[in-house]
């Protein structure tokens, strides 16, 4: 709701910039999209890599999760 506020506000006061960045939104999207999903599989990746190495600290504790 905010950044609707703040569009509005930018269409008031200077409306060829807020019509660019509403045109330009969905391309700038679309280009950092693959970078989420990059940064989706590293952390998953971490996550990953830290349950295996925390594994044999929850085998020898034998207590059930």
């Known amino acids: 709701m905010v950044g609707f506020v703040l569009w509005l506000l930018l269409l008031v006061v200077c409306w ?38 925390m594994l044999p600290a929850r085998v020898l504790r034998g207590h059930p999760v």
Request: glycine share 6%.
């Open 16 to 53: 060829p910039l807020a019509l660019l960045a509403l045109v330009l939104y969905p391309i700038v999207w679309l280009i950092a999209l693959p970078f989420r999903l990059v940064g989706i599989t590293v952390g998953a990746v971490f996550a990953l890599l830290a349950a295996m190495l």
